[in-house]
């Protein structure tokens, strides 16, 4: 043997996935359905509009997947339903009257930049939704603000009042828990339905669709970190229920932040990336600048998977 094939070095390595008979479909149209109680609930608040922003997200997602493959001279993937699953829950951070043009770049940034230049389904270290809604919403910030566009509702924004006037506002306002449940309030057109949401993420757990780690710790680290701050505070901070039941909070838990490609795939890593996420979006609300940081949160989280990842790894089929 040469002293080249020598130097010649083997690196092995477990896939970052379990195989279970499932196939990119079927999840994709799992997701579908569990969305669907949103989709309705958000039409029954919003109206035509709403149904308008989410079919074009829709829409431009599959065509932008369906230009790029070609482009790119693969084989077309627009029929295993992951573009439009992406469509839709980037609609669902969009406000209701969102310009067109909006939901249109939105959504063409969300395929093209965080799916398609990774290489597709799968490849991106990010949340594909939330690169599109982080391109827009950074850039336009008033065209994705739900209370300078839903001008025309009774309802209010709990989290701008909690932001600017403090939780001792909250007790005297209109909103009641089982309104904010049911989508009482001013936010993003799908990510404000709570119950929905939850109806539709326990749904997913109930298929074995998503794993309960992720989404169990992301909700445990909002409330752990919330209760702190209520505690030292109550005047100040607002209860741990109260962030549950706000902002895109239910969304990220159970829709986001359990993106198979961009979340850890073994229990341990899966618990202490939950419960960052979960930490970070009560921190984000509360010091820093944006009143919902629930994107955000699940984006840094992203960004920490691989060393989540590097945590106790285990091949494939390995005993315990």
């Known amino acids: 043997m040469s002293n080249s094939e020598k130097n010649i070095l083997f690196a092995m390595s477990a896939a970052p996935f379990w195989h279970c008979g499932r196939t990119i479909t079927k999840n994709s149209m ?17 109206g035509i509009p709403a149904l308008g922003v989410m079919s074009l997200s829709i829409l431009v997602a599959m065509l932008t997947e369906e230009l790029f493959t ?9 029929a295993d339903g992951t573009a439009a699953v992406s469509g839709l829950l980037l609609a669902f951070l969009m406000p ?18 965080g799916k398609m230049a990774f ?32 001008l025309q509702t009774d309802f209010i924004d709990p989290l701008v009042r909690l932001k600017y006037f403090g939780a001792e506002a909250l007790q005297n306002a209109s909103f009641t828990t089982s309104g904010l449940m049911f ?23 109930a298929r074995g669709v998503i794993r309960w780690e992720i989404s169990l710790f992301f909700l445990i680290g909002v409330l752990l970190v919330a209760a702190i701050l209520n505690e030292v505070d109550p005047s100040k901070y607002a209860s741990p229920f109260f962030h549950l039941m706000t902002g895109s ?22 618990i202490l990336f939950g419960l960052t996420g979960g930490a970070l979006l009560v921190i984000i609300r509360t010091y820093g600048v944006y009143t ?9 989280a992203n960004l920490l998977c691989p060393y989540f990842d590097m945590i106790k790894p285990k091949p494939f089929g390995v005993k315990k």
Not at 98 to 109: G, N, S
Not at 188 to 202: C, R
Request: include cysteine; hydrophobic fraction near 60%; glycine fraction near 8%.
């Open 249 to 270: 909070t239910i969304l990220c838990a159970f829709f986001l932040a359990t993106e198979f490609a961009c979340a850890p795939d073994r229990s341990l890593g899966m």
């Open 119 to 150: 290489g597709g389904y799968g490849a991106n270290p990010v949340n594909t939704v939330l690169v599109g809604w982080a391109m827009v919403f950074v850039s336009f910030p008033v065209f994705m603000d739900p209370n300078s566009m839903l």
């Open 183 to 205: 989508g009482e309030q001013i936010g993003a057109l799908g990510a404000s339905q709570i119950l929905a949401l939850l109806v539709g993420g326990l749904y997913l757990l």
């Open 30 to 46: 799992h997701y579908m359905i569990a969305l669907m109680p949103a989709v309705f609930m958000a039409i029954w608040h919003w």
């Open 292 to 300: 919902d940081g629930a994107p955000f949160a699940v984006m840094l």
């Open 70 to 78: 070609r482009v790119m001279h693969r084989t077309s993937t627009i």
């Open 96 to 113: 209701a009257n969102a310009p067109y043009w909006i939901v249109i770049l939105a959504a063409f940034c969300a395929i093209s930049l």
